[in-house]
C-alpha cells in the first residue's frame, strides 16, 4: 500500500510533536510538507526533520506540495477555514482540537466534511486512544459497571507552567473553552449521550492575573444528561506537583478509575520524605502514546476508506457545551444545552 503524503500546518508545542511522529514513528505515513508563520519552525524543519518542502502560507502549501493529507494544529481560530480549504483541495484532514472556536465556524467545518464524504475527517481528542481511557470504554461498554450515571473529571495543568496560561488567559476562550473540552468529550463517550444543563463557577485564589484577564484559575462545573445520568469537571491551572488528570465513572455495578494518582511511572522512592510517586510533567509526557495511536488510526483510515472512531460531530458538540458552560460560569446560573 502506498504511503499517505502528508503535511502538517502549526510547529507550535503540538505540532512539532506531530510533525515528528510522522516523520519517525507513524508506519504509513510520511512527511512531505510543512507550513508555519514563525520562520523559526521552518527552519527547525528543514534541520531537525529533513523537510524540504517548507511553506509560510498554508494555501501555497495546499496548492503545490505533493501531499495527500493535511494535519492541523495551528491556533484554534485557524482550524475551521484550513480544514475546509483542505477538504476542498481533495487532502484528508487530521485536525486538533477543538474543532473551532465558535458555533457558526464548526457548523462551516461540518458542512465541508459531509461536501466529502470520500475524504477522511477525524479530530484529535487523543484521550480515546490512551491506553486507560481506552480499556474503560471497553469495560463500560461490556457491562462491567452496569449503568454509568455519573463521571468524574479533573484536569490541572502544572502550576511550573502558570506564566504561559496567564499570558494567553485574554484570548484562551476561559477556563472552560481552553481546558475542559477533552473532559466534555469523555462525559460524552463514556455516557453515550448528550448533556442537557450546566452548572459552574471559578475562583482565584493564587495568580490574580487570571481574573484580570477576564478568567480563572479554577473552574467547577456540574452536568445533567438526557439520561439522567451526571457529571463534574475540575479544571485548573496550579498543580504544584504536576500534571494531574484523573478520571472516575461510576456505575450502578461499580466504578474505573483512571491515573487516580497521575503518576510518571511505577517506580517508588523510599527515603527520609517517605515513599513518593513522583507525578507525570505536562501533557506531552502523559499522552505520548496516545498522540501516536491516534494518527496511526488517522492514517490507516485515509489509506483504507475506514471511518475514524471521533466525527466532526463530536467537535460540535463538544464546542457547543463548552459554550454553555462558559455561559454558566460568567452568569452564576444554570445553562439548557440546546439538542
Ligand atoms: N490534544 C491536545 O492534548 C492538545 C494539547 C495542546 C494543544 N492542543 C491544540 O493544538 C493547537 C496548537 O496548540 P499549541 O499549543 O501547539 O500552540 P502553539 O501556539 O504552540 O502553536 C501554534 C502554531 O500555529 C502556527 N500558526 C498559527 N496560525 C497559522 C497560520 N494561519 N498558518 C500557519 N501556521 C499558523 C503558529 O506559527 C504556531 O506554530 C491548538 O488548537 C490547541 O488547542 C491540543
Aim: glycine share 10%.
Amino acid at each position: 500500500m502506498k504511503n499517505l503524503k502528508t503535511g502538517v500546518v502549526g510547529l507550535g508545542r503540538l505540532g512539532r510533536v506531530h510533525a515528528h511522529n510522522i516523520r519517525y514513528q507513524i508506519p504509513g505515513a510520511e512527511l512531505t510538507a510543512v507550513c508555519s508563520i514563525v520562520p523559526a519552525e521552518l527552519e527547525y524543519a528543514r534541520s531537525e526533520l529533513g523537510v524540504a518542502a517548507v511553506y509560510a502560507d498554508y494555501k501555497e502549501m495546499l496548492a503545490h506540495a505533493d501531499m495527500d493529507a493535511a494535519v492541523i494544529v495551528t491556533t484554534s481560530s485557524e482550524h475551521c477555514w484550513q480544514i475546509e480549504a483542505a477538504l476542498d483541495a481533495g487532502k484528508h484532514v487530521f485536525s486538533e482540537k477543538p474543532l473551532g472556536v465558535d458555533a457558526a465556524q464548526c457548523k462551516q467545518a461540518e458542512a465541508a466534511v459531509e461536501r466529502h464524504p470520500e475524504l477522511t475527517f477525524m479530530l484529535g481528542f487523543m484521550r480515546r486512544y490512551d491506553k486507560s481511557y481506552a480499556y474503560a470504554k471497553e469495560k463500560i461498554d461490556a457491562g462491567a459497571i452496569g449503568t454509568p450515571y455519573l463521571v468524574k473529571a479533573t484536569g490541572i495543568d502544572p502550576e511550573a507552567l502558570v506564566d504561559g496560561a496567564i499570558r494567553f488567559a485574554k484570548n484562551s476562550g476561559g477556563i472552560f473553552l481552553d481546558m475542559a473540552i477533552h473532559d466534555i468529550d469523555l462525559m460524552r463517550w463514556f455516557l453515550g449521550c448528550e448533556a442537557t444543563e450546566v452548572y459552574a463557577m471559578g475562583a482565584t485564589f493564587k495568580h490574580p492575573e487570571f481574573r484580570a484577564a477576564g478568567d480563572d484559575e479554577t473552574g467547577v462545573a456540574v452536568y445533567r444528561f438526557e439520561n439522567g445520568a451526571m457529571g463534574m469537571i475540575h479544571v485548573g491551572r496550579t498543580a504544584p506537583y504536576g500534571y494531574h488528570v484523573e478520571t472516575e465513572i461510576v456505575g450502578t455495578e461499580g466504578t474505573i478509575r483512571i491515573s487516580a494518582v497521575p503518576e510518571k511511572n511505577q517506580a517508588r522512592l523510599y527515603n527520609q520524605n517517605g515513599v513518593c510517586a513522583e507525578c507525570v510533567g505536562s501533557f506531552p509526557e502523559r499522552f505520548a502514546e496516545a498522540y501516536l495511536t491516534e494518527l496511526q488510526e488517522f492514517v490507516d483510515c485515509a489509506l483504507t476508506g475506514r471511518a475514524p472512531g471521533v466525527s466532526v460531530y463530536d467537535g460540535t458538540k463538544s464546542t457547543a457545551i463548552g459554550y454553555a458552560t462558559t455561559e454558566a460560569w460568567k452568569t452564576g446560573a444554570p445553562v439548557k444545552i440546546l439538542p
